[in-house]
């Protein structure tokens, strides 16, 4: 049982060091991938305009640090749930894997419906 409290612990360590760049990494791709999409699909809007600039200039940037804090801790609150409720590592890992797949998930939808309210907006 100590054992596998050692690898829980140790697995939530190395998640820390990489769960902030991941999840701010994650909002910065989407939120690029919803401009280029509402930017195309669009009709009368252009990648070369102003209102392309200001969506993706400073909503990059707004994008990776808002949604990327959020979602990290959101996931590292989950996590440290699990670890402190689990008697067994194997469903405590399946877990927290497939709560980090469903906060991406959620993560992804979270920034295209801010992206797509941005959009029009501008």
Do not use: E, H
């Amino acid at each position: 049982m100590a054992m596998r409290m050692n690898i829980l612990k140790r697995a939530r360590v190395n998640s820390k060091k990489q769960q902030p760049s991941n999840a701010a990494w994650w909002s910065a791709v989407m939120w690029v991938i919803s401009g280029l999409y509402l930017f195309i699909t669009a009709p009368g809007s252009s990648l070369f305009s102003v209102k392309a600039v200001l969506f993706f200039v400073p909503g990059l940037a707004l994008a990776s640090l808002c949604f990327g804090i959020v979602f990290y801790l959101v996931q590292r609150a989950a996590a440290q749930l699990f670890v402190r409720l689990a008697r067994d590592s194997r469903p405590t890992f399946t877990a927290v894997a497939s709560l980090g797949t469903v906060l991406l998930i959620v993560q992804a939808c979270v920034v295209y419906m801010s992206a797509r309210q941005i959009f029009w907006i501008l």
